[in-house]
């Protein structure tokens, strides 16, 4: 009989369908089922991917997920999850979802096998004690864990999993399919002077934008011939940010590109000197790993996850997320040195096993098998 293995996430992106194939070609043995609560998500826009290499389930598909009533939701999560053999095992996202931690711990009691998945870490934001101790036993039932970054699995730990495992490899994606997004064959096929600063993020106040925006003002003062910042994302602070661009009178250097597909991120990004994110709070932080690889440096936050992949002054610079000169110093070494930033772009090479979607498939096989 074929193990079972179960994928639960809410709503499927690229990178969601990236993990579920790794883990059915790294586990060829077993089925691999992505259960996905609904096609409908209330905060991204991704396309749907299509794949033969593992079974997609949905749900639902007219509303988000959490739109449904309570009783409705969980009974379609508990039959549909019954439906599989005894023997499957089942990775579970979004723990706080009361339809997810009901039919987690159904199944547990059951003698199924159950693990989460997550992306957050203790320093997100201040965390209050009786939350935290609600968190652990909302996660008491699982069996192991899959976490994002060296803070994320602290964090799993924190909550409580001390004897049980907790593996990394969460917020990983195909990094043959990122680099297969982008036009050219070759990076250095772009020349160095044409290439702009670029921010891939939602326009909300935790991607702390603005404070970019001053930053690169600062750089662009102190530059002759300072490049452009291009902005990739939708959100509610867009016309704060085009005034906030204006009254810094950086206007003609900042292009606004508003909500674009994976491929012209991808380009845009590929295209760049530089990946910018200075996030206040942000679990993870793909835009990060996705500009390492196509090769891209980037000037990231400390506060992000994804600083587990970027070493300061080697790949990139890791920086306090309110210090605007040290952020226009930054832009200034990776835009006006071709030859530092040669060097870190050749370094990001480095890092590419591991944020690709294999490290997760590995983790699960291995939980999968404990």
Known sequence: MKPTIVLVWENFGP???????????GIPEARVVGLELSSVSSTYSWAQELSSDFEKITLTRDRPFPAMALAKRTALLIGRCLSFRRGATFFFCHYNEPAVFLTSALLRMLGFRCFTMNDS?????????????????LMAHYN?????????AAYFRF???VKRPVLPGYDTFSVARIRGLVVDSQFE??????????????????????????????????????????????????????????????????????????????????????????????????????????????????????????????????????????????????????DRWLDMSRACSEYLTDIDA????ESVQKLAEH
Not at 313 to 331: C, E, H, K, R, T
Not at 358 to 361: E, G, I, T, Y
């Open 159 to 161: 909550l409580g999993f």
């Open 121 to 137: 870490k203790f320093d997100d934001y201040e965390r209050q004690l009786p939350r935290e101790l609600f968190k652990s036993f």
């Open 144 to 152: 192991g864990a899959v976490s994002a970054s060296v803070r994320s």
């Open 189 to 338: 096929e772009i020349d160095y002077s044409a290439r702009h600063f670029v921010v891939v993020a939602r326009l909300i106040p935790k991607k702390n934008i603005a404070h970019v925006l001053a930053a690169f003002a600062e750089y662009a003062f102190r530059t002759p011939n300072p490049r452009k910042l291009e902005i990739c994302g939708a959100g509610p602070l867009r016309l704060d940010l085009e005034e906030r661009s204006k009254a810094l009178n950086i206007s003609h250097l900042v292009d606004f590109n508003g909500h674009m597909d994976t491929s012209a991120v991808a380009n845009c990004v590929y295209r760049s000197v530089a990946t910018v994110l200075m996030s206040t709070e942000e679990q993870f932080g793909f835009a990060i790993t996705e500009s390492i690889a196509l090769g891209i440096p980037v000037i990231v936050s400390r506060n992000c996850g994804a600083v587990d992949h970027v070493k300061h002054g080697y790949n990139g610079y890791i920086l306090d997320p309110d210090n605007v000169d040290s952020l226009a110093d930054a832009m200034g070494y990776l835009g006006g040195d071709e």
């Open 358 to 361: 294999h490290r997760f498939a």
């Open 15 to 25: 990178m969601h369908h990236d993990r579920c194939v790794a883990v059915a070609r």
